[in-house]
């Protein structure tokens, strides 16, 4: 079975902190994503990583930065955190060669304050 | 620009009826199509997926329908269980350029006793 796990549930912070949020998977898969998901908006994706250190920029990049520097591991970054990035935070990975299924993280519900 | 839509935000089911959940999209580069389902505080897991080549693809008492036309896909659900209530999503792929996914914005399915 294909695992991905998320650093954290819950989390809460403060409005200028920095904050990482790091995704782990073990099914050795190219690619991984990150999306928040906002009521009435469904899932967004913030940015993607196809190999090691390769990143792209999702549909809402603005504020936030990744990281992939081992290819089990997807961290996303935000730099100076504010209370519109309250959201769920969702991580998933996929096989390069496999039917574009994704496989999700439970999830980090952040609240910035 | 919501290329992937949900119109229904909410569906309500008797137990042992279909339940019919709806999905447009606009961009005609999209070719492949997964159906996610998502449960409180987990991530969403995959459902059904259908590529542009077919019209039907069918899983137990699953089976999602692609009109290409239209512009229109739906997920039928026969017969409806209490353990289906959760919030389902399409999901759209453009196969030719990346493996990210385009999602809807949700439906929240409640199927009553």
């Known amino acids: 079975d294909v695992k991905v796990t998320q650093s954290s549930r819950y989390l809460v912070k403060r409005t200028g902190e920095k904050v990482f949020l790091e995704c782990v998977q073990d099914?050795?898969?190219?690619?991984m994503f990150w999306y928040r998901q906002d009521p009435g908006l469904g899932l967004r994706l913030i940015y993607f990583?196809?190999?090691?250190?390769?990143?792209e920029k999702g549909d809402i990049p603005e504020g936030y930065s990744v990281s992939r520097e081992k290819k089990e591991r997807f961290s996303l970054i935000l730099e100076s955190a504010s209370t519109n990035q309250t959201s769920m935070y969702l991580c998933?990975?996929?096989?390069?060669?496999?039917?574009?299924?994704?496989?999700f993280g439970p999830g980090t519900r952040l609240t910035v304050t | 620009d919501q290329q992937v839509k949900q119109n229904s935000p909410s569906l309500s089911v008797q137990e042992g009826r279909i339940s019919i959940l709806n999905c447009d999209y606009t961009?005609?580069?999209?070719?492949?199509f997964l159906w996610y389902k998502k449960y409180p505080a987990e991530g969403p897991t995959f459902l059904i997926s259908?590529?542009?080549?077919?019209d039907k693809n069918e899983d137990g008492r699953f089976t999602v329908f692609l009109n290409k036309s239209a512009k229109h896909l739906s997920l039928h659900i026969v017969p409806s269980q209490p353990g289906d209530s959760a919030v389902y999503f399409c999901a759209a792929a453009d196969t030719g350029t990346a493996s990210k996914l385009t999602f809807g914005t949700g439906t929240r399915l409640q199927v009553t006793l």
């Open positions: 099914m050795d898969h190219e690619n």
């Open positions: 990583s196809y190999d090691v250190k390769m990143k």
């Open positions: 259908i590529s542009s080549i077919k």
């Open positions: 961009n005609s580069m999209f070719d492949y």
């Open positions: 998933a990975s996929s096989s390069g060669q496999s039917t574009y299924e994704q496989y």
